[in-house]
């Protein structure tokens, strides 16, 4: 999800300011490093840190943490948040996104640091105040809330159809870049409507991305994931793969195949084993 905001910072913004965030009126957005230092204390490191204004006078720094669970301690977004304001002299938000309601709620209550004056309250986007667009006029004038409404409400065909309907009015320079990321932030249930809308209706398949997969039918791009699965699994445990055997793997369309060269991947000393 963090990509989506990588590669388009403006989204932050938009989101920060459609929760009632006043934020400043710059065009100067740059990522900055999320690595937070307190020496003699060890790194604090988030996921995505973000920086309004010229590098000489920052205006305001955010920090974007995706969540899909409670794992991470609230207090670590606190940290987040006073380390950035020491860092940058300047205010510093910390935006949660996620797609579940309970960990919304979880990272929503205020945080007591212990410091006198200061309780942190993180920034939350999730179910309880994503609306649902249906309005593909909406769509058009918010496309990053309504890419995040997907997201979260997509099982409701309504505002699949109300998505797909809006970003086919925006700029073509848009469109590619906001139907992969609303793939690839919906979660797998999601995605699968989404995948089943892109073979049947008039979903503008536009990116690179959705035409490979997509385009050329459904079962093939399921193939193509496992095997890129199968080279993560490999790459993770350090085997070396030649390219002889990277290229059978890639060109493999047989996904029984490829699930039984996976599980067989966990355990395999070679790369020759895995074929034997």
Same mark, same amino acid.
Do not use: N
């Given at each position: 999800m963090k990509n989506l905001f990588r590669d388009c910072p403006q989204a932050a913004v938009e989101i920060l300011q459609s929760l009632g965030v006043d934020l400043p009126d710059t065009s100067l957005i740059r990522e900055e490093s999320p690595v937070f230092n307190t020496r003699p204390s060890d790194d604090l490191e988030s996921d995505l840190v973000l920086v309004l204004g010229p590098p000489q006078q920052p205006l305001r720094g955010i920090a974007v943490e995706p969540q899909g669970d409670k794992s991470k301690d609230p207090v670590q977004l606190a940290r987040y948040a006073a380390a950035g304001w020491l860092q940058l002299q300047c205010p510093f938000h910390v935006l949660v996104v996620t797609h579940d309601r309970k960990v919304a709620e979880h990272y929503a209550k205020p945080v007591r640091t212990g410091l006198p004056g200061y309780t942190f309250q993180a920034i939350v986007l999730g179910p309880h105040n994503v609306p649902v667009i249906t309005d593909p006029n909406q769509v058009t004038a918010?496309?990053? *809330? &309504?890419?995040?409404?997907?997201?979260?409400?997509?099982?409701?065909?309504? +505002?699949?159809?109300?998505?797909? =309907?809006?970003? &086919?009015?925006?700029?073509?320079?848009?469109?590619? &870049?906001?139907?992969?990321?609303?793939? @690839?932030?919906?979660?797998?249930?999601?995605?699968? *409507?989404?995948?089943?809308?892109?073979? #049947?209706?008039?979903?503008? +398949?536009?990116?690179?991305?959705? =035409?490979?997969?997509?385009?050329?039918? *459904?079962?093939?791009?399921?193939?193509?994931?496992?095997?890129?699965?199968?080279?993560?699994?490999?790459?993770?445990?350090?085997?070396? +793969?030649?390219?002889?055997?990277?290229?059978?793997?890639?060109? @493999?369309?047989?996904?029984?195949?490829?699930?039984?060269?996976?599980?067989?991947?966990? #355990?395999? &000393? #070679?790369?020759?084993? *895995?074929?034997?």
């Open positions: 918010q496309p990053v *809330l &309504a890419a995040f409404g997907v997201a979260i409400h997509g099982l409701d065909p309504a +505002v699949r159809s109300a998505y797909a =309907k809006g970003i &086919a009015l925006l700029p073509s320079d848009y469109t590619p &870049a906001y139907t992969e990321h609303t793939y @690839c932030i919906s979660p797998r249930d999601i995605q699968l *409507l989404l995948e089943d809308d892109m073979r #049947t209706t008039d979903w503008p +398949v536009y990116s690179p991305f959705a =035409k490979e997969h997509f385009g050329r039918g *459904l079962a093939e791009g399921r193939a193509e994931e496992a095997a890129r699965m199968l080279l993560l699994v490999l790459e993770t445990r350090d085997l070396a +793969v030649p390219d002889e055997s990277r290229t059978r793997i890639t060109s @493999c369309t047989d996904l029984a195949q490829l699930e039984s060269w996976t599980r067989r991947a966990v #355990t395999v &000393a #070679t790369i020759q084993e *895995l074929f034997d």
